[in-house]
């Protein structure tokens, strides 16, 4: 939202950055980011996200560094990491990534959890699970511009979209979490019993929400080119 205490966003789903693999392709358990996604075994059968804060999130979790870091060493150590990995890799992708698993074009990917939850209607044997060294949990929220031309429409649109009935047939229909309790009793008890959907509180305490790190962004950016172009 740009506003550091959320005093204008108003929650609408929620869900976690993690591992999608193929259970029936890939025998061994998958535990975490290095028996996964850095895997040699698996080469050309992964794909990582191609999001800056993401994916060098996730080699910051592998070396148990917080995903918002501002750290000269830290970020270096996380640079070394994604340029080995690359080698490995099918591709960066946000988008084809669900079609991938899907297919069995890879087998390995990294996925927020709705994603791979919609990629699994495709194929029943993809599993989801949020690596041991922790990752990413995020929320989208809904805001009016100061400067919106139909404000009040928004705000109706909002507030259709905040009816319990309503959120939760949204958040049946995507696989995702709600962050609305009026809308828990609507919601299917398969997904709220999923902890691919909802984790254990153990397992959101290893979880991190990307915040802006301001000037830091340099250093990030710096670091994603270099891997990209490598």
């Known amino acids: 939202t740009g506003l550091p205490d959320k005093?204008?966003?108003?929650?609408?789903?929620?869900?976690?950055t993690g591992i999608g693999y193929d259970s029936a392709k890939i025998k061994e358990e998958i535990t975490g980011w290095q028996d996964s996604l850095w895997n040699p075994k698996y080469?050309?059968?992964?794909?990582?996200?191609?999001?800056?804060?993401?994916?060098?999130?996730?080699?910051?979790?592998?070396?148990?560094?917080?995903v918002n870091t501002t750290k000269n060493e830290e970020l270096d150590a996380a640079r070394k990491k994604l340029l080995e990995q690359k080698p490995l890799l099918k591709t960066y992708t946000s988008t084809e990534n669900k079609r991938y698993?899907?297919?069995?074009?890879?087998?390995?990917?990294?996925?927020?959890?709705?994603?791979?939850?919609?990629?699994?209607?495709?194929?029943?044997?993809?599993?989801y699970i949020i690596p041991k060294e922790g990752g990413t949990?995020?929320?989208?929220?809904?805001?009016?511009?100061?400067?919106?031309?139909?404000?009040?429409?928004?705000?109706?649109?909002i507030n259709y979209l905040l009816r319990p009935i309503v959120i939760a047939d949204i958040a049946n229909y995507v696989y995702q979490a709600c962050p609305?309790?009026?809308?828990?009793?609507?919601?299917?008890?398969?997904?709220?019993?999923?902890?691919?959907?909802?984790?254990?509180?153990?397992?959101?305490?290893?979880l991190e929400?990307?915040?802006d790190i301001g000037l830091a962004t340099e250093k990030y950016d710096r670091i994603?080119?270099?891997?990209?172009?490598?």
């Open 101 to 127: 698993l899907a297919t069995g074009e890879v087998w390995i990917a990294h996925i927020f959890s709705g994603d791979l939850k919609i990629a699994q209607k495709d194929n029943p044997d993809l599993s």
């Open 43 to 66: 080469k050309g059968l992964m794909t990582m996200l191609n999001d800056m804060r993401e994916t060098m999130g996730a080699a910051l979790k592998l070396l148990g560094y917080s």
């Open 180 to 206: 609305n309790e009026a809308a828990k009793p609507y919601i299917n008890q398969t997904l709220l019993s999923d902890p691919s959907v909802y984790p254990a509180d153990e397992v959101l305490q290893k």
């Open 224 to 230: 994603w080119t270099e891997v990209k172009a490598a």
């Open 209 to 211: 929400f990307i915040e």
């Open 137 to 157: 949990v995020w929320a989208n929220n809904m805001c009016i511009p100061q400067n919106a031309p139909h404000k009040y429409t928004a705000e109706v649109f």
């Open 7 to 16: 005093r204008h966003a108003i929650p609408y789903l929620w869900g976690t």
